[in-house]
T-cell receptor
C-alpha cells in the first residue's frame, strides 16, 4: 500500500471549514483513499473513501487531485465534536483488508 | 455506540501473566479484525478473520499472541506471558464482506502490564 503524509496537527475555528490535506504521491491506479477519524478514548470511525472522483457524504467531502497524488478532506462546518485525529489511508480495494493508519492529523476545533 | 463491544475495557496485569480479551462484532458482519494502538500512534493491524477462518496475521502477532473466532461470531485475543511492551489499547473491528467494507470499531481494551 502507498505511503501517506499528513501534517501532525491543525487548528480550525468552530463553524469554519476544516481542510485536512494528505499526500500520497506513490499511489497506484487500483488504490483508493480512505479517511477515518478517532475521537479521544474511542475507536476509529469511517468517514469517506474515493478513487479519483470527488466524493461527498453527510460527514465530509473528499477532493482528490487529478493526478491522484494528494487529497483533501473537508469538514464544511467544523464543530467542537470534530476534534479528533484524522487518518488518511491508501489501500487497494480488492486486496488486503488491513488498514495502515499512520500517525494522522490531530485536528483541534476551537470555540 | 457502533455495535461492536469489547470486554474488559481495562485490564491491569503483572508481567508474565496471561490475559484474554473478548470482542463481539456486529451480528451480520463476517469479517473481524484486531488492532493494537500505543500512545501517540495510529492503530496497527494484528490479524483478521472471515467467519471462523483466520486469513491474515501481521508480523506484530508474535508466538505469545493467539486469536480465535470459533463459531464465526465473537472472537478472543489471548496474550501469554505478558511483557511491559504489550501495554497498549487493543481494538476490535468488524465489517461486511465487500470490497470497501467499512470497518466499525469497538471502544477497545486498554492493557497495562506492570
Amino acid at each position: 500500500d502507498a505511503k501517506t503524509t499528513q501534517p501532525p496537527s491543525m487548528d480550525c475555528a468552530e463553524g469554519r471549514a476544516a481542510n485536512l490535506p494528505c499526500n500520497h504521491s506513490t499511489i497506484s491506479g487500483n488504490e483508493y483513499v480512505y479517511w477515518y477519524r478517532q475521537i479521544h478514548s474511542q475507536g476509529p470511525q469511517y468517514i469517506i473513501h474515493g478513487l479519483k472522483n470527488n466524493e461527498t457524504n453527510e460527514m465530509a467531502s473528499l477532493i482528490i487531485t487529478e493526478d491522484r497524488k494528494s487529497s483533501t478532506l473537508i469538514l464544511p462546518h467544523a464543530t467542537l465534536r470534530d476534534t479528533a485525529v484524522y487518518y488518511c489511508i491508501v489501500r487497494a480495494g480488492n486486496s488486503g483488508y488491513a488498514l495502515n493508519f499512520g500517525k494522522g492529523t490531530s485536528l483541534l476545533v476551537t470555540p | 455506540d457502533t455495535g461492536v463491544s469489547q470486554d474488559p475495557r481495562h485490564k491491569i496485569t503483572k508481567r508474565g501473566q496471561n490475559v484474554t480479551f473478548r470482542c463481539d462484532p456486529i451480528s451480520e458482519h463476517n469479517r473481524l479484525y484486531w488492532y493494537r494502538q500505543t500512545l501517540g500512534q495510529g492503530p496497527e493491524f494484528l490479524t483478521y478473520f472471515q467467519n471462523e477462518a483466520q486469513l491474515e496475521k501481521s508480523r506484530l502477532l508474535s508466538d505469545r499472541f493467539s486469536a480465535e473466532r470459533p463459531k464465526g461470531s465473537f472472537s478472543t485475543l489471548e496474550i501469554q506471558r505478558t511483557e511491559q511492551g504489550d501495554s497498549a489499547m487493543y481494538l476490535c473491528a468488524s465489517s461486511l464482506v465487500y470490497e470497501h467494507g467499512e470497518q466499525f470499531f469497538g471502544p477497545g481494551t486498554r492493557l497495562t502490564v506492570l
